[in-house]
């Protein structure tokens, strides 16, 4: 299986209080069957959505971010594992620190559905800054920090500027009946 990514790196630096991250994805191998655990969707100087956890054993969906002064300002490690190699998902990542609700600062969509039970929880404080999408800096696809790739299929791909977008604004979801 290639190793293969895309890269796209900004002239202008992005909203770094508020974007959307919409991706429909379907893996082709778990964590365990990769030689470091981990498989990243997207990443943009330490900002990043990736399929980890702390032990790089488990397929859970965690969006991190740090700030300029390398401090770790977001970090959501989801509950549930996400091991279904036989089907598209679709996965949404919105950050948006200027809200007044801490909860409301970062958020993981799976199919839809807002995730609440995480392993792991730390959100941005208030007007907090990322290093997301800063002109300079690449933005990759498919490839991470320690050069993981991700090993599947992404399509419809968006990174949205400036709004903190929720599932409905890229379609609907039926269940079939």
Known sequence: M??????????STGNRKVFTISVWYKKS???TQV??????????????????????QDDKIRFFAENSSGTNILNL???????DNSNWTHILANFNSTQSTDVDRASIYVNG?????FTTSTRPSINELTEFFISGTAVNLGLGVSGEYFKGQLCDYFVID???????????YKDGK
């Open 35 to 56: 030689s470091n655990g981990q498989q990243t969707l997207i990443r943009s100087g330490d900002t990043l959505l990736r399929f980890d956890t702390n032990s790089n």
């Open 2 to 11: 290639a190793n293969e990514y895309l890269t796209r790196t900004p002239t």
């Open 29 to 31: 191998l778990n964590n």
């Open 162 to 172: 400036g709004q903190a977008l929720t599932p409905d604004v890229f379609g609907f």
């Open 113 to 117: 559905v807002k995730l609440t039970e």
């Open 77 to 83: 490690i989801t509950s549930s594992l996400y091991r």
